[in-house]
């Protein structure tokens, strides 16, 4: 496994050799900056599974209308490369996107011709450079303002940014991060949300449509509540548009915007090598039974026409999934609220994969609904069968199993076939 979080979790791969005979200093990445917005600051450790600890970005959105990100920092990866910028001839502990384009089979070099948004509340600073920094170090192509790859606009398409907080940058750098390892050649465009209200950020998924993205990804979730038919019509809904949502890290139970019916619902799972002829293996990420990857029936969404399980007539999440488990995290550089290198967690992780690969599968026809592809592709997604957050009825919500399941849906990216239409 290409992950470090202690010197029993060692990776048998030659470039971390390496890393140990360079005899770079481990780093352990600080907590958050304590001036932090009360949106970013986190209390103690959302979770520990496997040697490694975590804690959220952000608090928990509890009121209906409000959205939290849902991504999780570890906060005891050892580094063996420099806390800053890039270090040649060495990877960061985390998944990079050479393992992420191996477990998935997905091509090197995708997204060309592709202009892919990421949807997030706040202001982060230092995306830009933070951006290039982890472009540089895994030898990916620049993407910047100067050479037309990159955009930062605020939720009207100007350069008004909102305010700066440290939690909200942390998902920013997760999401740029994730985009940049699936789908290199792919324009960006960040969009950041005046707040984390539905409102708002929604307000800013039109604008990232309307800026040319055929692809949205959308790395946050709060309550449902009897609004969403409305929040679906008003924000969501965009035929020959892929638009993903998290389906939350909070194990059984329902977010939206992951509940609309025109968004893929992103699930998590833990992500291990091992010696199967895939070489990678896949299980429901589970932390505990109030921490794990998002799923349920929806209290309030109709049901889609192309999701046809008997076990919930509403809205049934999620759709398909990605790696994560922190505890088997992605790489990602963060210096506003950060220190620089880290590892990531959370299904904020698996909706920019997720976007991403449909980005390399090409643009979707027009008036079509993505969130129906993996539907008339099923064979052509890894099928996760193992592993549970809960116990809960109809079984098949919280647990997986062959063929459709709640956390993992039809299972995760295998090629580009399940996300073409």
């Known amino acids: 496994m290409r992950y470090r979080i202690s010197a029993r979790h060692r990776s048998d791969a030659p470039r971390r050799t390496a890393l140990a005979i360079l005899g770079a200093a481990a780093l352990t990445l600080s907590g958050l900056v304590a001036s932090a917005p009360a949106e970013a600051q986190t209390a103690s450790a959302s979770g520990f599974s496997h040697g490694a600890a975590w804690v959220r970005s952000c608090a928990k959105a509890t009121a209906s209308g409000t959205m939290a990100c849902n991504a999780l920092r570890v906060t005891n990866a050892h ?33 060309s011709g592709q202009t892919i948004a990421i949807v997030d509340a706040y202001n982060d600073p230092n995306a830009e450079s ?60 960040l969009v950041e949300a005046r707040t984390a209200s539905t409102a708002d950020l929604g307000t800013a998924v039109n604008t990232a449509v309307r800026l040319g993205a055929k692809f949205v990804s959308n790395s946050y979730g709060g309550p449902e509540s009897a609004s969403d038919a409305s929040y679906d019509e008003s924000y969501y809904n965009h035929p020959g548009v892929a638009i993903t949502a998290s389906s939350g890290d909070g194990g059984y139970g329902v977010e939206y915007p992951a509940a609309s019916q025109y968004v893929t619902a992103v699930g998590g799972t833990a992500l291990k090598r091992d010696s199967s002829s895939r070489g990678w293996s896949e299980s429901v990420w589970s932390t505990s039974a109030t921490e794990g990857g998002g799923s349920g029936c929806s209290a309030y969404d109709t ?51 997720v976007a991403s690969v449909y980005a390399d599968a090409g643009t979707p026809s027009a008036g079509s609904y993505p969130a129906s592809f993996p539907y008339a592709h099923t064979g052509a997604l890894n099928d996760v069968t193992d592993g549970s957050t809960t116990t809960c009825s109809p079984s098949y919500l919280c647990t997986a199993g062959p063929g459709f399941d709640g956390p993992t849906g039809w299972g995760t990216p295998n090629g580009l076939t399940a996300f073409t239409g």
């Open 79 to 111: 580094q063996h490369v420099r806390p800053l910028g890039v270090t040649a001839d060495a990877t960061p502990s985390g998944y990079g996107p050479a393992d992420l384009l191996s477990a998935y089979n997905l091509p090197s070099g995708g997204g």
């Open 303 to 353: 049901k889609p026409a192309w999701q046809t399980d008997s076990g919930c007539a509403q809205r049934t999440v999620a759709d398909v999934a990605a790696v994560a488990d922190p505890a088997t995290g992605v790489a990602v550089y963060q210096t506003y609220g950060g220190s620089g290198w880290s590892v990531y967690g959370g299904t904020s992780a698996a909706s920019p994969i």
């Open 130 to 189: 933070d951006l290039a920094t982890y472009r540089s170090q895994y030898g990916l192509p620049a993407c910047t303002t100067a050479n037309g790859c990159f955009q930062k606009v605020d939720e009207h398409g100007g350069t008004s940014y909102p305010r700066n907080n440290t939690g909200w940058a942390g998902e920013i750098s997760l999401d740029l991060d994730m985009v940049s390892a699936i789908a290199p050649n792919a324009h960006i465009i």
